[in-house]
């Protein structure tokens, strides 16, 4: 039972689980295990008798029956499979079950209000997950903006913008929209810490302090030495209303991970070390 199942193993958060978790990680990439079947789950967990299951697939963008397929009602079945095993299930949610205006970071204890379609499949594949485990052995994390070189750089708020910024071309940026980014090996060593001890709950990862996407992607471009015409804007000026203002995230019950501007930093080196 010193095994662990990774699922989205390819992805950018997997991959690090993977990194994190060592020789217990058991990584499974899509052409291993498609979380859509879960015979394989089953068979696998036969197979290595894992003490759980950390499930890093995922999706943020198409159709939104898609997203909630993906992001809800498998992470549910696969649940289910992990209850009847006697195998703890680790769901990765999202700071986006938030969205709205808030004075200050969400903690654990703030009533979720999702407002777009990933928001609200993270919400209903937390209801899901819980509800198939009864909270036993059932670790709903919220993790904020996580930074790092992602699989696809397009499904990246920050690197969707550096690549505008390396295109040459002025760069409107929100100054209103409120995240507490972690580098993605810091999230990973958390994740490993919360599995090794059984913690079972709904836990928020998050720095230790809060900033606006200008700031983090000003501080991002000026680590990367990238000569960007940055234009500070408020979020409507992208024709969006009061939508997805607060995606930072605290907590009452872990400790911080440390400052976003390291996180910025280390994810400069991360992209730097890519290109290279
Ligand atoms: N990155 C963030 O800032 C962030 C923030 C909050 C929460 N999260 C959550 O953390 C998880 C991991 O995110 P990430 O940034 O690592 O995303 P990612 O890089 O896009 O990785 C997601 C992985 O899921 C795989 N996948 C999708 N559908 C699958 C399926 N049916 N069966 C098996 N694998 C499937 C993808 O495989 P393919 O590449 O083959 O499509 C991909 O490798 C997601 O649940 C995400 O919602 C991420």
Known sequence: MNKVLITGARGMVGAALVRAFGPAAVGLGREDLDIADAQGL????????????????????????????????????????????????????????????????????????????????????????????????????????????????????????IEQARGGRPVRVAMDVMHSPLEVNDAARVIRSLVDRGASGTFHLASSDRASLYEIFSYATQRLGIAAKIIPVEAAWFGKDKALLNLSLASRVLEPCGDWRRAVERFAEDLQEEDR
């Open 42 to 161: 089953e068979r696998l967990c036969g197979l290595h008798r894992p003490r759980a299951v950390v499930n890093a697939a995922g999706v943020n963008r198409g159709p939104a029956l898609e997203i909630m397929d993906i992001n809800a009602r498998l992470p549910g079945k696969m649940a289910e499979v992990c209850a009847r095993l006697g195998v703890g299930y680790v769901f990765l949610s999202s700071s986006r079950v938030f969205g709205r205006p808030g004075p200050g970071p969400w903690l654990e204890s703030d009533a979720p209000q999702p407002v777009d379609d990933y928001g609200r499949s993270k919400f209903e594949g937390e209801r899901l997950v819980r509800g198939a485990m009864s909270d036993r052995g059932c670790c709903v994390l919220r993790l904020p903006m996580v930074l790092g070189a992602p699989r696809r750089p397009q499904n990246q708020i920050l690197t969707r913008l």
